[in-house]
């Protein structure tokens, strides 16, 4: 039976319940038989939402089921769909480390995208860049693209961007990454924001 039976647009099902449930069953069957016919399937404008929304699911709970399709969410940023290009996003965030020379190499696309896109999709540019800076032959470059990131990003995104960085800030990047915190803590409005990013300076400090 088709996987795309059980899509939540095919069940005339207005949630994304069907899909969810969908991705958990793909994941812990190791389908890739499914993944296959959902990534076939992303340019299908029927089900195609549906498709990318079980393939990020699925890839959350077992990232190598989806690893091995780096290049057709790549592709699939170019989408004039802003569902497609967000969602596209959020699987390559989950797969940067496995297709890192991949992603790096793509992050000319990557961030012109994410520049232009949704919340969403910048946080999830966010996520890749962070995971490129913890691979060595990529953390000088991936880092200070993530610098430029962190300088332009709404500042409600500041502080959720500043404590995923935590684990790749070392001797040589902290002092750039604290001040640019600092440049950033005037444009946070909430209160709450603030004291989220001066708690990471004084975890660094």
Request: hydrophobic letters at 40%.
């Amino acid at each position: 039976m088709s996987v795309l039976t059980q899509l939540a647009s095919s069940l005339n099902f207005r949630g994304t319940e069907p899909n969810k449930v969908l991705a958990r069953q793909i994941a812990a069957d190791n389908n890739t038989e499914a993944v296959k016919e959902l990534v076939a399937n992303l340019n299908n404008k029927a089900v195609q939402s549906d498709c990318i929304k079980v393939l990020y699911e699925a890839g959350e709970i077992n990232p190598q089921l989806i690893s091995g399709y780096a290049k057709n969410f790549i592709q699939l940023l170019e989408s004039k769909n802003n569902r497609m290009q967000w969602g596209a996003m959020t699987a390559l965030d989950l797969i940067t480390i496995e297709n890192a020379d991949l992603v790096f190499n793509s992050l000319g696309k990557i961030i012109a995208i994410a520049d232009k896109g949704s919340v969403i999709t910048k946080d999830h540019c966010a996520g890749i860049l962070i995971k490129l800076s913890s691979v060595e032959k990529y953390h000088l470059d991936a880092f200070s693209l993530f610098i430029e990131l962190l300088q332009d990003c709404p500042s409600n995104q500041v502080p959720m961007y500043a404590e995923q960085a935590l684990p790749v800030i070392d001797s040589d990047n902290k002092t750039k990454f604290i001040r640019t915190l600092n440049d950033r803590i005037p444009d946070i409005e909430k209160d709450a924001k603030k004291k989220r990013v001066e708690k990471v300076i004084k975890r660094l400090s």
